[in-house]
């Protein structure tokens, strides 16, 4: 994957330039150049990473509301399974969901 090994090298060069700071106030402007680009990419995937995430639990949230309101109306509205397994008219019964809020 290319974020990977992007994220990798990025990683990398910043253990690399770690405790190096006269050193790179001495690059050349052409370096320092280079330095920031490939910080700015390297920004660009994380942003890019943070907004497909954010787009994924967004998805996930409203696929379980889809699932618990189709639950709630299958119990509420209509006949049910009982203990026997056949069909029939049903008291209407609640229900409740707990969903981990961390997904």
Known sequence: NDKIALGQEYHDAMHA???KEEELKNLSAEKKQLLRTAYAAIQD???RNIDALKRKR????RIQEIII???RKSVEDGPNYNKDAYTG???KQSIT???NENV
């Open 69 to 71: 309101d189709a639950a």
């Open 89 to 91: 008219p049903s008291e």
């Open 97 to 99: 969901f707990r969903l």
């Open 45 to 47: 995937v994380f942003k």
């Open 17 to 19: 330039l770690g405790g």
């Open 58 to 61: 967004n998805s996930i949230q």
